[in-house]
T-cell receptor, first 113, second 114 residues
């Protein structure tokens, strides 16, 4: 079983602060996705990265894919209470089983007004 | 479009009872998935389907069966429920867009087995 380590598991910050969430594996991904999940709902796709070193921005969220395609980070600038939720990274490995996504355990973010 | 819908939203079962969870999507997606989500465990894949009439095992398939008789529906069955199957179940469908498959999730079914 290929593992995706996500850290930190919990994060509680004040409104306006910056934060970074990390996603790491010992294996190479063919692609990596970040999802956000609110209580009582299913995850919603935020972004997909496929190229080593790739950086994508979504308003105050910046996603980076490591050069070796084994890790990724999500950086939020000036966090808002509306950013509160569970952030999940999900990696797709090439070869057999490439239809499947492997999910990290998630980072539960609370932004305090 | 309704997207991905799941029925029922909540269910309580007694140990040994059976039930079927229904997932429906109206986006004409080929691929469909069933996951379970437990506290501190993230999302784990139970079974998936790459097209009508096909199914395959995921990471945690034991105790579950699935069927994909129609492209838009993916059914998850529990033949003899156990307390270890208490969880939130999510269905998803996906299609290829740009550089990767995008997954769309349903709202989930919260199942409690007593």
């Amino acid at each position: 079983t290929q593992l995706l380590e996500q850290s930190p598991q919990f994060l509680s910050i004040q409104e306006g602060e910056n934060l970074t969430v990390y996603c790491n594996s010992s294996s190479v991904f063919s692609s990596l996705q970040w999802y956000r999940q609110e209580p009582g709902e299913g995850p919603v796709l935020l972004v997909t990265v496929v190229t080593g070193g790739e950086v994508k921005k979504l308003k105050r969220l910046t996603f980076q894919f490591g050069d070796a395609r084994k890790d990724s980070s999500l950086h939020i600038t000036a966090a808002q209470p509306g950013d509160t939720g569970l952030y999940l990274c999900a990696g797709r490995y090439s070869g057999a089983g490439s239809y499947q996504l492997t999910f990290g355990k998630g980072t539960k973010l609370s932004v305090i007004p | 479009n309704a997207g991905v819908t799941q029925t029922p939203k909540f269910r309580v079962l007694k140990t040994g009872q059976s039930m079927t969870l229904l997932c429906a999507q109206d986006m004409n997606h080929e691929y469909m998935y069933w996951y379970r989500q437990d506290p501190g465990m993230g999302l784990r894949l139970i079974h998936y389907s790459v097209g009508e009439g096909t199914t395959a095992k995921g990471e945690v398939p034991d105790g579950y069966n699935v069927s994909r008789l129609k492209k838009q529906n993916f059914l998850l069955g529990l033949e003899s429920a156990a307390p270890s199957q208490t969880s939130v179940y999510f269905c998803a469908s996906s299609y290829f867009r740009g550089s990767d498959y995008e997954q769309y999730f349903g709202p989930g079914t919260r199942l409690t087995v007593t």
